[in-house]
């Protein structure tokens, strides 16, 4: 489905769209105080930027570096080329172990790997810890957004999903109690877990060792308790030294919803006695990416989701109309990369104003590869004729000065006098859903000569 | 289309690497950090206490660690699974972790007082790790957390931490900031998700 047609959909609640917008420009404000508060931020994105450039121009040496190292710690270290072979991995390190319940803390790449739905063929039980996650798994529904997965569901849906799944009391969606209940669910899983799974925020090729960052310590009680921790991560996770997470650790929090640093920032070395560590490393169309000029900075990437929040297309349509395990404007320079046709409204799904590349920790210069994505996109798969005819005829008008006055002078008169259901009509897709602005008497030009004429 | 494809058949190990240095670009320079352009000379105190109260924790300062266990019992006069590590407080230990079969068993404790020895001012980060911990679980199963670190352990921020943990080896470590919380329900903020529900810091003059 196209981005604009599954958009349509989550915008028939109208009520819903405008607390979804609303929501997510208060993080988006919240970063904005947090970042402000600290002396030298842009020199620290700068940093981040540089260091990540700098880690992807050197990653297969650091790769072997880091493997190198996580050995020397007593890790076990696995390579998969693509998400199927990653969940083979997985299972079968599940099997040695004997693993039937698996608590899993958030992970983006074993949502890109479709992990659960191959585990759970097994009979493997595989519960989302994060609770955010747990809701949309409870909905079967995918997260919507990457650090606030449920950010689409208003408390009642959450208060209706755990009394059927969890025997709730009914509480008007009282976050406090909902909140409780899920720690004591989840806190029995925690207990009978056989393995953990955790995702990597960063790896460190200089010791070998993980971070992994949560605010409700899901990472932690499951890697701690269980008796086998299985971390998943993408060859773009690396980063050379652990003085470089002073800058990382910096940016990520501040950058996802405000906070200074997030409650708990783990880092993994060595196995705890007596239990095992694996760690299993996925390129997934992640080298090919490196392959291109003009977006392989979209590697930097350190998942703030601070490009969501700020989006004025994201806020309004929600994580789920990208249909892309990451949503947004990231997810929309990442996914053509992996499928440019079956993504390929995803680039048009942008107001091209720049506002992600602002706020990106990392410098991603998100929305000028929006915009190249837009040409490999026209030239390279079929678009529709309506598009392609104006698309032709504004290629003319723009290209001829004199036409382009008469069709603005036309046009402006058109604004100001014909009928609102003729201008609005079918065709003009401006029209849908807002009424366009009347129309100006004279245009920037005239203004400009006159401003000129009238001395300066 | 553009890049290049086409995997040469290998161990998935082997051929991973030879694709990315394949695609790679020139290299380019690691940058280095140049910490002066970082200082804000906030006092670090002020700031550390500030940070910690913002992420929900709260702060209490001690003339010396001889107080610790009075400003514990002050706080939670009636916990019965207790466990601390800090020197001279065994007395208030209800369990053992000698005996403990496994981490699971520590799913009642109360209360667990720990030591630190690096905190962050400007985000209220404190520093635990294995050498200060005797079983990994016990920061994030435990109700209530006090962690306790001496005023001259503050760093202003985190390039600071992690120098002064080079070269420190740690099996395990953890930056904690306040009490474990989420928002992921309307975005309210609830304090208690899966970790403790209280964090205390006390800070030794």
């Not at chain 1, 897709?429 to 004279?442: I, Q, T």
């Not at chain 2, 280095?32 to 000379?41: G, T």
């Not at chain 2, 985190?158 to 975005?187: C, M």
Request: with cysteine.
């Amino acid at each position: 489905m196209e981005h604009s047609v599954a958009a349509s959909i989550f915008n028939k609640n109208e009520a819903k769209v405008n607390w979804h917008d609303k929501a997510l420009w208060f993080v988006r404000h919240k970063r904005d105080l947090s970042v402000h508060t600290v002396k030298g931020w842009e020199q620290l994105r700068e940093l981040g930027s540089a260091i990540k450039a700098h880690t992807l121009s050197n990653l297969d040496n650091y790769l072997v570096e880091f493997e190198e190292n996580a050995l020397k710690n007593g890790v076990q270290v696995h390579w998969a080329a693509n998400g199927e072979e990653h969940n083979r991995i997985v299972h079968s390190i599940l099997k040695a172990h004997q693993a039937k319940k698996v608590v899993k803390s958030k992970s983006m790449l074993t949502e890109e790997c479709h992990l659960n739905p191959y585990l759970e063929v097994d009979n493997i039980e595989v519960i989302d810890t994060d609770l955010g996650e747990r809701i949309v798994q409870l909905a079967k529904e995918p997260p919507s957004h990457i650090v606030l997965p449920a950010i689409h569901k208003n408390k009642e849906e959450v208060d209706e999903l755990f009394q059927e799944h969890l025997g709730t009391k009914p509480c008007n969606g009282d976050p406090q109690y909902l909140t409780n209940e899920a720690r004591k669910h989840l806190r029995e899983k925690f207990i009978e877990a056989d393995a953990a799974i955790t995702g990597v925020n960063f790896a460190i090729a200089e010791t070998g060792g993980l971070v992994v960052c949560t605010n409700e310590g899901n990472a932690d009680m499951g890697a701690h308790l269980a008796p086998v921790h299985i971390a998943c991560m993408g060859v773009e996770k690396l980063i050379p030294k652990q003085e470089h997470l002073g800058v990382f650790l910096r940016l990520l929090a501040r950058s996802a919803t405000g906070q200074p640093i997030t409650t708990y920032s783990s880092h993994f070395k060595k196995p705890r006695e007596g239990a095992k560590m694996h760690i299993v490393i996925v390129d997934n169309g992640r080298a090919e990416q490196l392959s291109r000029p003009d977006f392989r900075a979209s590697l930097h990437c350190i998942r703030c989701g601070a490009c969501m929040n700020t989006c004025p297309i994201y806020r309004r349509s929600g994580g789920h109309s990208y249909n892309a395990t990451i949503p947004g404007p990231i997810g929309s320079i990442l996914s053509p990369g992996k499928d440019l046709k079956k993504y390929s409204s995803l680039p048009f799904a942008s107001t091209l104003c720049g506002s992600c590349s602002d706020v990106c920790p990392v410098k991603i210069d998100i929305h000028k590869q929006l915009y190249k994505w837009r040409q490999i996109i026209t030239k390279e798969t079929p678009q529709p004729a309506m598009k392609k005819m104006s698309m032709k005829f504004m290629g003319r008008m723009f290209s001829n000065p004199k036409q382009y006055q008469k069709i603005g002078r036309a046009g402006r008169w058109a604004l100001r006098n014909l009928p609102k259901g003729l201008i609005n009509a079918r065709p003009n897709v401006w029209g849908k859903e807002r009424d366009l602005p009347k129309g100006p008497k004279e245009s920037f030009d005239d203004w400009y000569k006159k401003r000129n004429k009238n001395g300066k | 289309m553009i890049g290049i494809k086409k995997e040469i058949k290998m161990g998935s190990r082997d051929s991973i690497l030879a694709n990315i240095k394949r695609n790679k670009p020139d290299l380019l320079p690691l940058p280095e950090i140049n910490l002066e352009q970082f200082e804000d000379s906030l006092d670090l105190v002020e700031e550390f206490t500030k940070k910690v109260e913002i992420v929900g924790g709260n702060v209490f300062n001690l003339a010396s660690k001889d107080e610790v266990l009075k400003q514990v019992k002050a706080l939670f006069p009636d916990t019965s699974h207790n466990y601390s590590t800090v020197e001279g407080t065994s007395g208030f230990n209800t369990i053992s972790l000698e005996a403990l079969q496994r981490p699971h068993d520590l799913n009642d404790l109360d209360v667990l007082v720990l030591e630190s020895l690096v905190g962050v001012s400007e985000n209220g980060a404190v520093w635990v790790s294995s050498n200060q911990l005797p079983v990994r679980v016990l920061p994030f199963i435990t109700k209530h957390l006090v962690l306790v670190l001496n005023k001259s352990c503050l760093v202003p921020n985190l390039h600071h931490a992690y120098k002064a943990l080079n070269g420190i080896d740690n099996d395990f470590g953890v930056f904690i900031s306040g009490p474990s919380k989420t928002a992921d329900i309307e975005q309210s903020l609830v304090i208690g998700a899966h970790g403790a529900l209280s964090l205390s810091v006390f800070l030794i003059a």
